[in-house]
């Protein structure tokens, strides 16, 4: 990468997917993810859930952005398809949320 590059990329968290390995997402075991980017301490995920999918209950301790890139998931009784998304406001709760037939999402969040 030339300086100049360097230059117009400071500040910037770029990821390439074919470079970033998955990792495990949840707790139940049956979503992989991989963290593309991170900045001011917001992460950018692309997740993969499998058919059946369920997340866990839980309160949003900061605002969280979803994407449905494909396939449905369920949120708090909200159906999302491709194209559809979120944005949680700090201090939302998660009641539900689930992928009864599979879903990629892309999910920015902040731990």
């Not at 301790?61 to 491709?82: I, K, Q, W, Y």
């Amino acid at each position: 990468m030339s300086a100049a590059s360097q230059d117009l990329l400071a500040g910037w968290s770029i990821g390439r997917s074919a470079d970033v390995e998955w990792v495990p997402w949840g707790s139940g075991g049956s979503a992989w993810a991989k963290v593309l980017a991170s900045g001011d301490g917001y992460h950018l995920a692309l997740v993969e859930a499998t058919p059946g999918y369920r997340g866990d209950r839980h309160v949003h301790d900061h605002t969280e952005m979803l994407h449905v890139v494909a396939g449905e998931v369920e949120t708090n009784g909200e159906v999302l398809g491709p194209g559809d998304g979120y944005v949680a406001e700090a201090g939302s709760e998660h009641v539900t949320f689930s992928s009864p037939g599979g879903a990629t999402y892309l999910s920015i969040f902040r731990l």
